[in-house]
C-alpha cells in the first residue's frame, strides 16, 4: 500500500511540473519571475527561472504570462480585452 502512494504521488508532482500555467506576475528579478496562479483560496505562487533574457526590460508586475514549466526557455506574455480575459498568449 505505500509503494502505490509513493508511485501516485511521485507521478502527481511529475505531472505538475510539466503543466502549462498561466497566472499573473507579482515580481521580477534579472533571471527570475514569480508567478501567481491558481482560482481563490487555492491560490499558488511559483518563481521561474529563465536564463539569457533581460527580464526587467520585458516582464512587469501585473503582467499575465503562460510558461511550460519551472525552468522556461520560453514566457509567453498575453493580451487581455477591456474586461480582463485573456484573448491569446505570444
Same mark, same amino acid.
Given at each position: 500500500? #505505500?509503494? *502505490?502512494?509513493?508511485?501516485f504521488l511521485?507521478?502527481?508532482?511529475? %505531472? &505538475?511540473?510539466?503543466?502549462?500555467? /498561466?497566472?499573473?506576475v507579482i515580481?521580477? %528579478?534579472? %533571471? %527570475?519571475?514569480?508567478?501567481?496562479?491558481?482560482?481563490?483560496?487555492? *491560490? /499558488?505562487?511559483?518563481?521561474?527561472? *529563465? #536564463?539569457?533574457?533581460?527580464?526587467?526590460?520585458?516582464? @512587469?508586475?501585473?503582467d499575465i504570462?503562460?510558461?511550460?514549466?519551472? *525552468?522556461?526557455? !520560453?514566457? #509567453? /506574455?498575453? !493580451?487581455?480585452? @477591456?474586461?480582463?480575459?485573456?484573448?491569446? &498568449?505570444?
Amino acid at each position: 500500500m #505505500k509503494i *502505490i502512494v509513493i508511485a501516485f504521488l511521485l507521478l502527481i508532482s511529475v %505531472t &505538475c511540473n510539466a503543466a502549462t500555467i /498561466r497566472g499573473t506576475v507579482i515580481a521580477v %528579478t534579472p %533571471t %527570475t519571475i514569480d508567478v501567481v496562479y491558481g482560482p481563490g483560496e487555492a *491560490i /499558488r505562487m511559483v518563481r521561474v527561472s *529563465i #536564463k539569457g533574457l533581460a527580464l526587467s526590460s520585458v516582464f @512587469k508586475p501585473g503582467d499575465i504570462v503562460e510558461i511550460e514549466s519551472e *525552468i522556461a526557455e !520560453q514566457v #509567453k /506574455r498575453c !493580451q487581455v480585452n @477591456k474586461f480582463g480575459s485573456v484573448i491569446n &498568449c505570444e
